[in-house]
């Protein structure tokens, strides 16, 4: 396996379900947006074995009222979680010790990327390997892998028998200069591979990954653009992002 390295810039709950803003703002001339991501809230469950957050107040609105003038209040809440939350992106170094963190990615690789959706929606297979990835031209853009997966997201079916890609797909992706790799499933990985090809070949060559996804279905194969930006958390590999495309209106 090749050692970490930078990402180099290249060219161009309540219902959690991604879809469309109830009210849509315009992304510009003929955009609109679409959300991409789960809600988090208290307790849910993301990946099976992994703590569930914890969001509790720390000055609620009413305890406020002594702190602020007559009229004013406040809260501040308090959120316990593990990175790997929702809808969350993997930096370099939640694989390797020496790779970039979430501080170090430039935002070249996390923001307003041309996207390509790669869908197996309806395969009888899990992998997602070179056949489906061969005919698209991926280079600088962020590859959306439409498995279905998220039909699953908060039922124990989540986790079980669950779509992924391939080693070979991985390396494919890395050749042809991806720039990010998401999926709406449990892990980019087939879980019961403790190697975690996919997570070492792609994260190795700087390529953040985008777990848990949802909505893709909302996407055209290519035209939208894609964002998926982390808070800048130093010495942290993995964090939840608010995920989201701008589509042409034409698109609809």
């Known amino acids: 396996m090749p050692a970490p390295q ?52 720390h000055l609620t609105h009413e305890a406020s009222r002594q702190v602020y003038a007559p009229g004013t209040e406040f809260a501040l809440d308090r959120i316990s979680m593990i990175g790997n939350t929702g809808t969350y992106l993997d930096s370099p170094y939640h694989r390797y010790a020496d790779g970039v963190d979430l501080a170090g990615l430039p935002l070249t690789a996390l923001a307003d990327l041309p996207a390509v ?24 853009c962020a590859v959306l892998l439409h498995t279905g997966g998220d039909r ?18 991985a390396d494919w992706l890395v050749a042809h200069g991806a720039r990010l790799v998401g999926i709406d499933s449990v892990n980019i990985d087939d879980t019961s591979d403790g190697a975690r090809p996919a997570h070492s070949i792609l994260l190795a060559a700087g390529i953040p990954i985008v777990e848990h996804l949802t909505g893709l279905e909302q996407l055209p194969p290519t035209g939208a653009r894609f964002t998926a930006a982390p808070p800048r958390v130093a010495g942290f590999g993995t964090f939840p992002v608010r995920a989201y495309a701008s589509v042409p209106a034409e698109a609809s």
Do not use: C, F, N
């Open 117 to 140: 959706v790669v869908r197996t929606t309806g395969s009888t297979g899990r992998a997602v390997d070179v056949r489906a990835l061969a005919a698209l031209e991926v280079r600088g």
């Open 6 to 57: 930078d990402p180099a810039p290249q060219d161009p709950a309540p219902q959690s379900r991604g879809g469309p803003s109830d009210t849509p703002v315009p992304a510009g001339a003929g955009r609109r947006w679409v959300e991409l991501s789960h809600v988090i809230s208290d307790g849910m469950v993301t990946y099976p074995g992994i703590p569930a957050p914890q969001i509790t107040p």
């Open 152 to 169: 699953h997201w908060g039922m124990p079916d989540y986790a079980k028998d669950a779509p992924y890609l391939t080693e070979a797909g």
